[in-house]
C-alpha cells in the first residue's frame, strides 16, 4: 500500500526519500516520470508535477498521466502540495491551508479539453462523479491538519481552493470576483489532480502554502519578490514536516475517497 505525493513549485525532491527508483510509467496519456521509495517509513510515490529546474509551466503539466500512473503503481492515497496565493487577506504568509472546497467551474485541462477520464461514449467505466459533503477526502484531510499542527506550524482547516489558468497571474477584477465566491486562496494546478483522483476513486487531498497576497487582496501592496522567493524555498521543507506526519496514519488508516462515482456499467 503506497501514499502518492504530488509537489509543485520549489520542491522537485523530497529529502529523506529513500530506496528511491525513477520510474517512466507508461500510461493511455503519455509517460509519467514517477519516483518511487520509502518516505518516513512509508511506501511512497513522487511525482513532482513541473519537474527539475521548472521544465513544465502549468499549462505543460500532464495532469492524466501523473493521476493514471499513481493508480497503476497502487496508490491507495494522494496528498496534492502546492504553493498559493492567498485571496483571503486574513491569511498570513508562511502559513498552511487544508482545503475542504473547490472552485473550478470551467473543469479543463491545460489543453483546453475536458478534465475527464470518461472521453469514450459507451466505456464500461463511464460515470458521474458525484460530491457529498465536498471534493476532498475527510480522512486526507484529518491527517494533513494534526500533522501540519503537531508539526508547529499555522494552519488553517479548511476553505475553498481557486483553480485559475496559467501561465500569467490574475488581475484585480478576476481576484475580487474569486474572493466574492468564497475562494481563500489560489494556484494554477489543482483542479484537476482533485477531480481526477475523484474519478478513479483515489482520496485525495490538498494542502498550500501561502506564498504572496494575490493581485490587490491588500489595496495598494505587493509582497516583495525577495519575500517572494524566500517563502517559496521554505515551503519544501514546512511541506516535509507535514508530510512525514501523515504519511504513517494514513497508511496505517487508509482513508475513504470523496463522494461518489456513479458508473453505468455497475447501476
Known sequence: MAIGIITGSGTYALEGFTDAQSLSVPTPYGDAAVTRGQYAGVEAIHISRHGEGHVRL????????????????????????????????????GSLVVFDDLHFPVNRLPDGTLCTFFTEAGAGERGHWILHGGPFSPGVRSALLSAAERAGHAVRDGGAYGHVDGP?????????????????????????????????????GLIGFVTDYANEVKPGETTPVPEFIALMGRSSAVF??????????????????????????QA
Open 58 to 93: 502549468s499549462n505543460h503539466v500532464t495532469h492524466q498521466a501523473n493521476i493514471w500512473a499513481l493508480r497503476e503503481l497502487g496508490a491507495s492515497a494522494v496528498v496534492g502540495c502546492t504553493a498559493c496565493g492567498a485571496v483571503d487577506s486574513t491569511l498570513e504568509l
Open 168 to 204: 500569467r497571474f490574475n488581475t484585480p477584477v478576476e481576484i475580487a470576483h474569486l474572493a466574492g465566491c468564497g475562494i481563500v486562496a489560489v494556484s494554477q494546478t489543482g483542479g484537476p489532480e482533485v477531480v481526477l483522483c475523484g474519478e478513479l476513486e483515489l482520496p485525495f
Open 240 to 265: 516535509a514536516d507535514v508530510l512525514t506526519r501523515a504519511l504513517p496514519v494514513l497508511a496505517s488508516n487508509p482513508p475513504t475517497p470523496a463522494g461518489t462515482v456513479y458508473r453505468f456499467e
